[in-house]
């Protein structure tokens, strides 16, 4: 380990303290989405298309509007006409009108579920009437649900403005084939045809749900002179607040949104959907209005993760070196563009060496919902049938499939995906931890089988505002822009409290709302920890900085004097080294020594890390039901740096759980009428406490040099190796490969009947 | 006028443009103290002490609690016991003890009103029926109301902790004369027996209210962990959280205050009275509780302005030059130290140069609530005093009474209060103004006369924190911790447009919470356009810092080689003077610049200057029943500089306003049995805007050399001279001199039938 600063030097980072936020929330008393309230706020509630693909011919609203307690009645007319593009998050639409009529159809509704109209009323009883009285004429068109069907020769257009992007030549014609991604470097096919074993395979996964507990919910209130306010729960405010403005013609300083707490994004908060919704009936009604989702709308209506088929073919030496790559996939993104297929096809092999590779990805639109983001988007689904095909080779090789991993693994210098150069990437130390691990040789079971697989994410930094200012008492205050969905607030108060020499308690991290801070990106792409993180830093230095020139005043020395550490001015100035000053008794005497003591940084943040993790999976197979369960989990992950060591681990075990649900059980299952058959949580099975052993975690520490305490993003990765980990396990317990997700006893049973 | 900066170089400065917050406020979306509501929250209510001085020798909360419903009740035992000070806000208590036994009763209560339990119900209904189960033994004290009664040799004592503060010698006894404090320069005696005119008089004043519209409210959350939140509406949200905090020994990192709309405060909100109760409630029930007095609780138990007893000798020599002064003065601070008397002695002669003073002042406790601060604490009573004494002189001396004063007018480089030269004041500057304006000179009616009076107010600066961020499309938005009372997000939003040199609607202007800004004293002190507009012109130029840089990374140039004008960066370097880049283009292209552009200043702003004025009021007086009409009225103010010149026209009128209240009508009434006997707006009887004539103004503008746009203080000064001018205008109408305040008929008669 490399590490900037050595382990012995920090004082609180690695720890696990008690999160500032938690009493809060387990007692009930944090205001989620749902839970905010305002004087005279108004119900809304959303008619929802019953068709998967419908022209809206016409909406009579008239009864609606006549029904004692509406306030307002409306529809995708009244959104205004914009143009451009937004700055998306990490997947999902970015053309405004995309998103406009996502939000609400205008021509068309696009999958059921889809928003058509919508309602203020006194309570939420009469909105719901009054969404009965709404008729809408509409015209009953074919639909697509799968891949396959959408690109059918005869297959009916989504969309008529829709032309594939990223072909060589300008399509003529409006597709479904909404996207093309390609990466290609080497000379694939020759190295394929060199190589010493070969194999290939058709893989699938079906749309998931990130499955977040708290369903989305938005309160607006228009004002009269055309500036609004918004409060909801969702992974950027900032994102909230550009998108619906730019959405409905806003001066961005004319919205204030202010988050509420959020209860689990998972990517799936990266989007939004009610906002402007909320926003346009409050300017209609004159009045606050409240929409919130029901567990229902959820499902139906806001963004899984793409279902994916991918063709691949790995070619190794026969020492099992990796020579050659090619794939091809296609992403279902739902009604609208925006299905992850770039983030799929460079998270492929992003964790491997491999100089000859060609990855195409296609995006497909289908009357599903919108896709959005889901943790490490695009990743598990490529890189599902890249360690499956990796066992396969280990198999063929008879070699230890740790040991071929490592062989090939990524390392600090290797090419990445475009050809740049990697940093410290960590993957075979967690591959080497792995080997270490006595899950790895402890003994397996009758039915049983142990399966591995790898997987990284890029992480991201980006811009992120922090501010860091001094209470007359000494405590802290740090605000970000960054809402809290992992802990957060936590590691935020552990690491400007490390920066500054006080004690953790000492330091309270609030989530600021778009007025009373600068922008900052949303909590997303594993960045908030490494990104915001190190602004909190930049803003506590800034800080220590100003307290050193108070000292010195204080002391009659230079600020060069002024040695900060323990929470306190030390003067070095010669005859003065008893002079001495805690950040406390500055801080009380700030007024009087220049002012209150606060800063805020708005940065950029550069040299973010991928995050490699190795998972190892034993399951064992019902041979009679087909039933999976899973007997041992455990997952080794390079985190950087651990800044709050139990919400790391916490991230690991999240993720692995969800990726287990994503292998065993989770799926969007649609009937031929096109509808979602299982629109809520008992149908749509995601692992629960009792599904699951204890998930045991390896944090591996290779720190970012390029950070100051070492961080890298941490709660991506461990969703992607899962899908592998587990197909592997049950191959390997039941001698068949397993090509499709989910793994559901009846889709097992067929397959183990098949190949007797 | 020396102004700093030329007033042709302004563009928006002086300018009166729609208030940001004014369409709000007007359809009633504003949300205000009572308005605020949270899921689960608890309705709070208070019980008040029927007597004005009693023992409480025990309460019995038993058959409260008992009550379905009630979730908590409490008395002052709940309070920990704190020792020390709280800086204060303008005037009123300092000491923790005495803020937490105002809050609520102890050993004893001390006013009529004063509050002696409290309980938090599902239902404010069920909170009222348990108040009248609750139980309080009062062992009936006799009380004191006026001076007199409470420095009777027999006087009830109201504490048996506090001693005269400010006397030579400590007091070996208790007192309920709780303060000394004397000026005394050059021999006051010694000029007085040699002046050619010495005129005497002893002039009173009673308590009178701010007459806010908004009751106080405050809704209050405590965590399980010891964290909590307030909202509440006050004039200094940092104000509400040190003292609570301090009350309740809590860190003030740990407690967040979120401010709310102020419907006035006028000095009464800089104190606390509701929020340390609803959070020892919430403690207790575990959920959210409000409190909203109703407006006989704001007049029972809140602060008004002390009453006061003046005794003056003023000395002229034959040509009208003052050549000395003597005043000894008692305020009656209510039931607890704080009565204003160190600025009712500081601001009595600070407008006039008068080299041998002695002014003692008196504080003195009473059974009525204890004071607060009223715009401009302390100064409207003795400069009343003055004023008057001053008329006196002029008509002994048949001299015009704008003379006699600018002919003694303090004028910057004279010795100031405490012999400090005073800096530019504007007196003599206002003085010629008035006598040049119509009004000075338009003829009289019968019954009718003419008073006019000066004084002014210190004015202050002090600490203040802002920030300044730049939203993607290079709107901007202020973030400042000082309450919007008289305008201040668009006179902030003036500045910061003014500076930074893009329109005013671009920018918008929040007051944000404890926990997302540096600390800010509190919105008083006329402190708020000039300190925290400096701080917010501070930031500003931090961003065009920032801005400049980008631009010359842009531009391939110097930080130095650009120029920001009009909103933006113009290269200067050569071969480049084309470059040019605005403010949206910059904010733009933040992000992958160097991050999001967003600085925070925290500075304590030196350089106040007192605001001066003259006032010019005609009265006519009904000689059969005593009643006074104003029937002109004009207000002369040296402002500084007018930032947004509606709203200092306004607080020109409203302070106008509000003194013609306290000279005419406003009065504290307590019957024998020491209760409030005009508790209600009804009774207590403020001009209403069919009792006034329209108040003209005049703004003359003295810069502030210490201020980049020449700001001083506006909104105290113009409460200081209407007392003397009305009852100069009532004195020359009557020919008769008025020495005690209010003016109302029945006195007027009573004082011309005995003259007669």
């Known amino acids: 380990m490399n590490a900037p600063q050595d382990q012995q030097a920090f004082r609180l980072v690695g720890t696990s303290p008690i999160r500032p936020d938690g009493v809060e929330k387990v007692t009930g008393k944090a205001v989620y989405g749902p839970d905010f309230t305002m004087a005279g706020m108004l119900h809304g509630a959303i008619l929802r298309s019953p068709h998967p693909h419908a022209r809206i011919r016409g909406i009579n609203t008239r009864k609606a509007e ?17 143009e451009g593009e937004v700055a998306g998050g990490e997947g999902g639409a970015a053309n405004l009108g995309h998103i406009a009529r996502n939000c609400m159809a205008r021509e068309k509704a696009l999958y059921d579920g889809h928003a058509v109209a919508a309602v203020a009323a006194t309570s939420k009883l009469i909105a719901e009437q009054a969404l009965a009285l709404i008729e809408v004429d509409y015209e009953v068109l074919p639909h697509v649900i799968e891949a396959a069907e959408a690109l059918a020769p005869d297959a009916p257009l989504l969309h008529d403005d829709v032309f594939t992007k990223g072909l060589e030549e300008t399509p003529e014609r409006p597709s479904n084939l909404s996207m093309r991604f390609v990466i290609d470097r080497g000379d694939p096919d020759a190295a394929l045809a060199g190589a010493a074993i070969v194999v290939s395979g058709s893989y699938s996964t079906q ?239 009758p039915n049983q089988g142990r399966g591995i697989a790898g997987g990284n994410w890029m992480n991201y930094g980006g811009p992120s505002t922090a501010s860091v200012s001094l209470a007359e008492d000494g405590t802290v205050l740090v605000a970000t822009g960054s809402p809290d969905i992992g802990g957060s607030r936590a590691s935020m108060a552990i690491i400007a409290a490390e920066t500054l020499g006080i004690p953790y308690e000492n330091v309270r991290v609030t989530v600021a709302d778009t007025a009373s801070l600068g922008p900052s990106m949303l909590t997303g792409g594993s960045r908030v920890t490494f990104a915001t993180g190190k602004a909190v830093i930049d803003a506590c230095e800034q800080v220590i900085e100003t307290l050193k020139q108070r000292a010195a005043a204080m002391f009659g020395a230079t ?65 009679e039901t087909g039933n999976v369960s899973v007997v041992r989990y455990t997952v080794v992950q ?13 991230q690991l075990q999240g993720g692995a759980a969800q990726g287990i649900g994503w292998a065993l059980n989770e799926a969007y299952v649609f009937g031929p009428s096109g509808k979602m058959d299982n629109a809520g949580f008992l149908d749509y099975r995601m692992p629960v406490a009792s599904d699951l052993p204890m998930i045991d975690t390896v944090m591996v520490e290779v720190p970012n040099p390029n950070h100051p305490f070492g961080v890298k993003g941490v709660g991506e990765t461990p969703i992607v190796p899962p899908l592998g980990a587990v197909a592997n396990a049950v191959s390997r317990a039941t001698g068949v490969r397993m090509y499709d997700l989910p793994l559901t006893p009846d889709r097992i049973r067929a397959t183990l009947q098949a190949a007797q």
């Open 66 to 82: 006549a029904l004692p307690g509406v306030k307002a009645v409306m529809t995708g007319k009244d959104f205004p006409e914009v």
């Open 207 to 445: 749309p998931v749900h990130q499955g977040y507990i708290e369903p989305h919910a938005a309160v607006a209130s228009w004002n009269g002179d055309g500036q609004a306010q918004i409060w909801s729960s969702s992974q950027g405010h900032f994102m909230v607040r550009q998108t619906t403005a730019n959405l409905l013609g806003m001066n961005l300083a004319d919205l204030r949104v202010t988050p509420l707490e959020i209860g689990g994004g998972f990517g799936g908060k990266t989007a939004i959907y009610l906002e402007p919704v909320a926003l346009l009936l409050s300017r209609k009604a004159g009045r606050p209005v409240r929409i919130a989702m029901r567990r229902e709308d959820v499902f139906r209506a806001t963004g899984p993760a793409p279902g994916s088929e991918i063709e691949i073919k790995l070619g190794t030496d026969a020492e099992g070196t990796l020579v050659g790559a090619v794939m091809e996939f296609r992403n279902r993104a739902g009604a609208f563009p925006g299905g992850d297929v770039s983030l799929s096809a460079m998270m492929a092999l992003a964790h491997y060496r491999c100089d000859n590779v060609r990855i195409t990805g296609w995006e497909v639109l289908v009357n599903t919902p919108s896709t959005a983001a889901y943790r490490a988007p695009g990743a598990p689904q490529t890189v599902f049938a890249v360690e499956c095909c990796l066992d396969e080779i280990a198999q063929r090789l008879g070699m230890d499939p740790l040991d071929l991993r490592l062989k090939n693994a990524a390392r600090a210098g290797d090419p990445g995906v475009f050809g740049m150069p990697l940093g410290e990437v960590g993957y075979a130390e967690c591959l080497e931890a792995a080997k270490a691990h006595p899950h790895y040789s402890a003994p397996l079971g």
């Open 559 to 623: 600020p060069q004097e002024i040695e900060w550490r323990d929470g306190a001015a030390f003067c070095t100035a010669e005859g003065k080294s008893d002079q001495k000053a805690t950040l406390a008794e500055l801080a009380a005497k700030a007024d009087h020594s220049g002012g209150p003591i606060a800063k805020m940084v708005g940065t950029f943040v550069p040299g973010h890390l991928p995050g490699s993790g190795v998972h190892i999976c034993d399951t064992e197979v019902d041979p």
């Open 638 to 650: 390079d985190v950087g740096r651990a800044i709050h060591a139990d919400y790391c681990e916490g």
